[in-house]
């Protein structure tokens, strides 16, 4: 299947359906969802209680019968049938006009490189299921690429690095197609999982689900506007009371840089496997991070130091795949040959 620029004009939506959170872009409104992939689901009923932003603040907070449930996992649809009650809740009445205008209604989706046949029929499958005629499935390599601004159609090199929540993506593309690319299974969750260790064997105290993402943002940030130690609070492990803790932000730091070393990996393979007049481009146009998890403190200069690249952080690094895929929807992007997924 060739998935041309021409037939993604036709299609009226753009749907990001990540691990942690879902996208959707409608054609002439912009970006109108961007919510934690999460539903609270009542196990005795089956009836979906919260989705979005309100079930995730019930994560961990729930009585036995209330589940908080990821229909979306590594990029990949687990759950259909929850997938599809959840975006019926979060696009709510904004697609469901635009649909109703067009019954032949066309949507796009981003998939992770590499998505096997099922995850593919997955995808299909969940926005068939919402009233999509036909679903044309696009590299989110490609997509993030676009949505970053590289000119990707162009007869040169250029390197993304997208950073989801549960893997990470590494490509170099050129002429608008990936020329070699690399999926490594370490993304913000293994981030956060490595900072609840550090927590955990360091300061004896269990740290919530909620409390990981401020750490981080506190970890962000020079070292000048960054204190030195701050205040987490937790429960001990032993006594199971709560209690506070202050936290060395440099041995923080320095507790999630082995899981970023995978990222390391990831990208020494890709470039490896480039040929050399391609590496010779990204010497000087460096390479670019998208994904929420670009944002992780100390993974730009830790990329920097590894590979004397230059490094940037997209603009927006969350939306880039999403907003790149608007972008091809809206007939803003020039002719480029994409690597087609067939459904
Ligand atoms: N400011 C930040 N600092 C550090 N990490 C962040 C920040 N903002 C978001 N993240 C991390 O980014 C991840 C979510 O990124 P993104 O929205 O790109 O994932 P996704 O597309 O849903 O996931 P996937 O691509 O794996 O399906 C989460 O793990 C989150 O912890």
Not at 21 to 33: F, H, S
Not at 290 to 313: D, F, K, N, Q, R
């Amino acid at each position: 299947m060739t998935i041309s620029l021409a037939q993604l004009r036709r299609c009226s939506a753009a749907v990001d359906l990540g691990a942690a959170r879902t996208r959707v872009y409608v054609k002439n409104q912009g970006l109108v969802v961007d919510e934690p992939t999460v539903a609270a689901v009542n196990t005795r009923t089956g009836s979906m209680l919260a989705v979005g932003a309100q079930a995730e603040v019930m994560d961990g907070r729930t009585p036995d019968y209330i589940r908080v449930v990821r229909p979306v996992s590594n990029g990949t649809v687990v759950d259909i049938d929850l997938a599809q009650r959840l975006l019926r809740h979060l696009v709510g009445d904004k697609l469901r006009k635009t649909w109703r205008r067009r019954p032949s209604m066309r949507a796009a989706v981003c998939l992770p490189y590499g998505s096997e046949p099922l995850a593919q029929r997955a995808a299909v499958e969940t926005l068939t299921g919402l009233g999509a005629r036909r679903v044309e499935l696009v590299d989110t390599l490609v997509a993030a690429a676009v949505g970053c601004g590289l000119p990707v159609e162009q007869p040169e090199a250029t390197m993304i690095v997208v950073c989801g929540a549960g893997t990470t993506q590494v490509a170099v593309l050129s002429l608008g197609s990936i020329v070699a690319a690399e999926t490594v299974p370490v993304g913000g969750n293994a981030i956060d999982h490595a900072v609840i260790q550090h927590l955990r064997l360091h300061h004896e105290l269990m740290l919530p689900n909620q409390s990981v993402r401020p750490l981080h943002l506190m970890l962000s940030g020079d070292g000048e506007l960054t204190p030195g130690s701050t205040e987490v609070h937790g429960r001990d492990v032993v006594s199971g009371l709560a209690r506070s803790v202050h936290v060395d932000t440099e041995r923080v730091r320095r507790a999630i840089i082995t899981p970023l070393t995978a990222i390391l990996d990831g990208i020494s393979a890709v470039l490896r496997r480039c040929p050399p007049d391609l590496v010779a481009d990204l010497g000087e146009r460096g390479i670019m991070l998208a994904g929420g998890s670009a944002l992780i403190p100390g993974l730009e200069p830790m990329i920097h130091e590894a590979t004397s690249m230059p490094v940037h952080i997209a603009d927006q690094p969350s939306t880039c795949a999403v907003q790149g895929l608007g972008a091809m929807i809206e007939g803003k992007v020039q002719p480029l040959h994409l690597d087609p997924m067939a459904p």
